[in-house]
């Protein structure tokens, strides 16, 4: 019943940046951690940028210095700016959300977005 959907994504020239949002909707009890992971052509998905409850963040070292993670728990809403953008952060992003819902609250679990494309070229 819990869906996450994104938005924000799209085509942009290298140098350029993009704000990438994502929403969950339905039975939520609690959130832990949130993150972005994106997987571009021919590839894994891998880790983009993660943010714990208490605040704090991870970035992988490839975006590090170019992206900022935040939420907002109120909106239940995670957002994912991201500045001069590459031809290598071509790829589709997904957010996650670690969810408790009240059916159980104290096992959280995983729930992913469908997933956005980001594309940049020039």
């Known amino acids: 019943q819990v869906q996450l959907v994104e938005s924000g994504g799209g085509l942009v020239q290298p140098g350029g940046s993009l704000r990438l949002s994502c929403v969950a909707t339905g039975d939520i009890f609690s959130i832990s951690d949130v993150g972005w992971y994106r997987q571009a052509p021919e590839m894994q998905r891998e880790l983009a940028a993660r943010?714990?409850?208490?605040?704090?963040?991870d970035y992988a070292d490839s975006v590090k210095g170019r992206f900022t993670i935040s939420r907002d728990y109120d909106k239940n809403t995670v957002y994912l700016q991201m500045n001069s953008l590459k031809p290598e952060d071509t790829a589709v992003y997904y957010c996650?959300?670690?969810?408790?819902?009240?059916?159980?609250?104290?096992?959280?679990?995983?729930?992913w977005g469908k997933g956005i494309l980001v594309t940049v070229s020039s």
């Open positions: 943010i714990f409850s208490g605040g704090t963040t």
């Open positions: 996650k959300f670690g969810i408790a819902t009240s059916k159980s609250p104290w096992y959280g679990m995983d729930y």
